[in-house]
Protein backbone atom coordinates (compact mmCIF):
# COMPACT_ATOMS: atom_id res chain seq x y z
CA UNK A 1 0.00 0.00 0.00
CA UNK A 2 1.10 3.35 -0.92
CA UNK A 3 1.35 5.91 1.63
CA UNK A 4 2.27 10.00 1.39
CA UNK A 5 3.75 9.85 4.74
CA UNK A 6 6.57 7.41 3.91
CA UNK A 7 7.24 9.73 0.51
CA UNK A 8 7.21 12.50 2.32
CA UNK A 9 10.14 11.30 5.29
CA UNK A 10 11.89 9.46 2.75
CA UNK A 11 12.29 12.68 0.83
CA UNK A 12 12.79 14.90 4.12
CA UNK A 13 15.32 12.83 4.94
CA UNK A 14 17.62 13.38 2.18
CA UNK A 15 18.42 17.00 3.32
CA UNK A 16 18.13 15.86 6.87
CA UNK A 17 21.34 13.69 6.68
CA UNK A 18 22.89 15.86 4.90
CA UNK A 19 22.57 18.61 7.43
CA UNK A 20 22.98 16.39 10.27
CA UNK A 21 26.14 15.33 8.89
CA UNK A 22 27.73 18.70 7.55
CA UNK A 23 28.00 19.21 11.35
CA UNK A 24 30.04 15.97 12.17
CA UNK A 25 33.83 16.27 13.26
CA UNK A 26 34.92 14.17 10.65
CA UNK A 27 34.92 13.23 7.24
CA UNK A 28 34.12 9.47 8.02
CA UNK A 29 31.06 10.90 9.88
CA UNK A 30 29.97 13.09 6.87
CA UNK A 31 30.46 10.23 5.00
CA UNK A 32 28.32 8.07 6.46
CA UNK A 33 25.35 10.48 6.57
CA UNK A 34 25.34 10.71 3.16
CA UNK A 35 25.48 7.38 2.22
CA UNK A 36 22.11 7.47 4.47
CA UNK A 37 21.00 10.41 2.61
CA UNK A 38 21.75 8.47 -0.65
CA UNK A 39 19.73 5.61 0.79
CA UNK A 40 16.48 8.07 1.06
CA UNK A 41 17.13 9.34 -2.56
CA UNK A 42 16.61 5.42 -3.45
CA UNK A 43 13.49 5.36 -1.76
CA UNK A 44 12.83 8.43 -2.45
CA UNK A 45 13.03 7.30 -6.39
CA UNK A 46 11.09 4.19 -5.51
CA UNK A 47 8.04 5.64 -3.76
CA UNK A 48 7.88 7.88 -7.00
CA UNK A 49 7.72 4.60 -9.28
CA UNK A 50 4.88 3.31 -7.58
CA UNK A 51 3.14 6.25 -6.61
CA UNK A 52 2.80 6.92 -10.82
CA UNK A 53 2.43 3.39 -11.71
CA UNK A 54 -1.23 3.13 -9.29
CA UNK A 55 -1.72 6.59 -10.51
CA UNK A 56 -1.54 8.87 -7.39
CA UNK A 57 0.99 11.10 -9.73
CA UNK A 58 1.38 11.54 -13.23
CA UNK A 59 4.26 9.96 -15.09
CA UNK A 60 5.53 13.58 -16.01
CA UNK A 61 5.95 14.53 -12.81
CA UNK A 62 7.09 11.69 -11.80
CA UNK A 63 9.93 12.11 -14.23
CA UNK A 64 10.25 16.21 -13.09
CA UNK A 65 11.20 14.13 -9.68
CA UNK A 66 13.42 12.10 -11.22
CA UNK A 67 15.34 14.76 -12.95
CA UNK A 68 15.67 16.80 -9.35
CA UNK A 69 17.34 13.98 -8.04
CA UNK A 70 19.36 13.14 -10.80
CA UNK A 71 21.23 16.42 -10.15
CA UNK A 72 21.57 15.45 -6.60
CA UNK A 73 22.96 12.08 -6.80
CA UNK A 74 25.97 12.70 -8.60
CA UNK A 75 27.49 15.15 -6.08
CA UNK A 76 26.58 12.86 -3.31
CA UNK A 77 27.87 10.21 -4.37
CA UNK A 78 31.15 11.86 -4.75
CA UNK A 79 31.64 11.92 -1.18
CA UNK A 80 30.97 8.11 -0.28
CA UNK A 81 33.86 5.88 0.61
Do not use: W
Not at 43 to 57: H, S, V, W
Request: include cysteine; glycine fraction near 4%; charged fraction near 25%.
Amino acid sequence: MFRVDQLKRAALSISNNIAEGSGTATKKNFSSFLDISLASAFETINLLYFAAKRGYIAEKERLKFYEKLDTCLPAGREHLP
